[in-house]
T-cell receptor, first 114, second 113 residues
Framework: AQSVTQLDSQVPVFEEAPVELRCNYS??????LFWYVQYPNQGLQLLLK??????LVKGINGFEAEFNKSQTSFHLRKPSVHISDTAEYFC????????????FGTGTRLLVSP | ETGVTQSPTHLIKTRGQQVTLRCSSQ?????VSWYQQALGQGPQFIFQ???????GRGNFPPRFSGLQFPNYSSELNVNALELDDSALYLC????????????FGPGTRLTVL
């Protein structure tokens, strides 16, 4: 079984500042890792995913994340945020084998102000 | 290419009633997963259908049931609605490979009074 912990429920930041959203996971098997974004009244959109290979993963909208196996973390970063990045961000994990069931964290609300 | 669509967008039911939510998967996708997202929470996996068969199930009671049709569209049925069933229900489609991206629909907001 897998679980995901997103340590911050809300992260306020000023426009053009850098941001890091933290995600830690627990699993007894190898995993795939994902970050999704949810804008108000919308479904989830994939930002990026880690399957294998390079531990630094680049995604859409200037986001990137780094997989750290020893710390079981997959933190999301952006060097300079925009007002339009205000949204809910979810980290998710699935096992490498078997059917793909996504296990989500509770989400982090990113609030970007001018 | 058409994305994942869900209907209805919103609906309101009373306790004890039954509800059916619908999902049309993205073109070429043969797998549909359903998730429940309570207010302020992350989505929780309900079940997954692959080629019209239930492929896996989360920790939800049997009154949550589903169907997948030959065109890979899907239904989620919930019987004997409870207040705690109020949530956003998300459908996601994918190809049946472990690493494939799940594409999410906009969701159906269910309110149980």
């Amino acid at each position: 079984a897998q679980s995901v912990t997103q340590l911050d429920s809300q992260v306020p930041v000023f426009e053009e500042a850098p941001v890091e959203l933290r995600c830690n996971y627990s699993s007894s098997v190898s995993v795939y890792l994902f970050w999704y974004v949810q804008y108000p009244n919308q479904g989830l959109q994939l930002l990026l995913k880690y399957l294998s290979g390079s531990t630094l993963v680049k995604g859409i909208n200037g986001f990137e994340a780094e997989f750290n196996k020893s710390q079981t973390s997959f933190h999301l970063r952006k060097p300079s945020v925009h007002i339009s990045d205000t949204a809910e961000y979810f980290c998710a994990v699935s096992g490498v084998t078997g059917f793909q069931k996504l296990v989500f964290g509770t989400g982090t609300r990113l609030l970007v102000s001018p | 290419e058409t994305g994942v669509t869900q209907s209805p967008t919103h609906l309101i039911k009373t306790r004890g009633q039954q509800v059916t939510l619908r999902c049309s998967s993205q073109s070429g996708h043969n797998t549909v997963s359903w998730y429940q997202q309570a207010l302020g929470q992350g989505p929780q996996f309900i079940f997954q259908y692959y080629r019209e068969e239930e492929n896996g199930r989360g920790n939800f009671p049997p009154r949550f049931s589903g169907l997948q049709f030959p065109n890979y569209s899907s239904e989620l049925n919930v019987n004997a609605l409870e207040l705690d069933d109020s949530a956003l229900y998300l459908c996601a489609s994918s190809l049946r490979t472990g690493s494939d991206e799940q594409f999410f629909g906009p969701g159906t907001r269910l309110t149980v009074l």
